[in-house]
T-cell receptor
Framework: KNEVEQSPQNLTAQEGEFITINCSYS?????LHWLQQHPGGGIVSLFM???GKKKHGRLIATINIQEKHSSLHITASHPRDSAVYIC???????????FGTGTRLTIIP | GAVVSQHPSWVICKSGTSVKIECRSLDFQATTMFWYRQFPKQSLMLMATSNEGSKATYEQGVEKDKFLINHASLTLSTLTVTSAHPEDSSFYIC??????????????FGSGTRLTVV
């Protein structure tokens, strides 16, 4: 079992739909990161969470430390949101990231 | 915000030649740089961690003599793929640790380099 599990692996939705991507992890963490990888390969850091909830524009990220679970939500999805979304955790006492396998999101106009 | 500039974005080289990939931190000092490799539709795989002024720490299974990492300054880290072979064809991406406050830090990624060895 991977330390970081994401679901779904692939998600196709219509423009405007509310999107949820889930991440579960099995280790104690210092922080959890949500990353966005565009088709060209570049990676953008969306959120870094250690507790609670963060919001940036149409993106919302939540984390439940007790349940070892995080969600990334996208409201009013748009075709430009199409990308691979990756959950990554930094475990306690470690500076390395452990990555989930990613969720490939496709938003259809 | 913190920016890491990675070059080249893509490179095609002949088998047996060496290729150097550079990552520069543009507006901050990158004391630690992580180098990753990614195969198609797979997750990032950490190859090595480099700290400025010291030898890189390689992950198990990564050949240090093949993937030379140099982090000679606080703003530049390089990965050299020596005697490249077709199986080295992959997407390589760097990531710098960035300070977020007293005890917090985040990561800024380069734009990646797609290497094709023919």
């Amino acid at each position: 079992k991977n330390e970081v599990e994401q679901s779904p692996q692939n998600l196709t939705a219509q423009e405007g739909e509310f999107i949820t991507i889930n991440c579960s992890y099995s280790v104690g963490i210092s922080a959890l990161h949500w990353l966005q990888q565009h088709p060209g390969g570049g990676i953008v850091s969306l959120f870094m969470l250690s507790s609670g909830k963060k919001k940036h524009g149409r993106l919302i990220a939540t984390i439940n430390i007790q349940e070892k679970h995080s969600s990334l939500h996208i409201t009013a999805s748009h075709p430009r949101d199409s990308a691979v979304y990756i959950c990554a955790v930094r475990s306690v006492g470690n500076e390395k990231l452990t990555f989930g396998t990613g969720t490939r999101l496709t938003i259809i106009p | 915000g913190a920016v890491v500039s990675q070059h080249p974005s893509w490179v095609i080289c002949k088998s047996g030649t060496s290729v150097k990939i550079e990552c520069r931190s543009l507006d901050f000092q990158a004391t630690t740089m992580f180098w990753y490799r990614q195969f198609p539709k797979q997750s990032l795989m950490l190859m090595a961690t480099s700290n400025e002024g010291s030898k890189a720490t390689y992950e198990q299974g990564v050949e240090k003599d093949k993937f030379l990492i140099n982090h000679a300054s606080l703003t530049l880290s390089t990965l050299t793929v020596t005697s490249a072979h077709p199986e080295d064809s992959s997407f390589y991406i760097c990531s710098a640790k960035t300070s977020q406050g007293k005890a917090e830090y985040g990561y800024t990624f380069g734009s990646g380099t797609r290497l094709t060895v023919v």
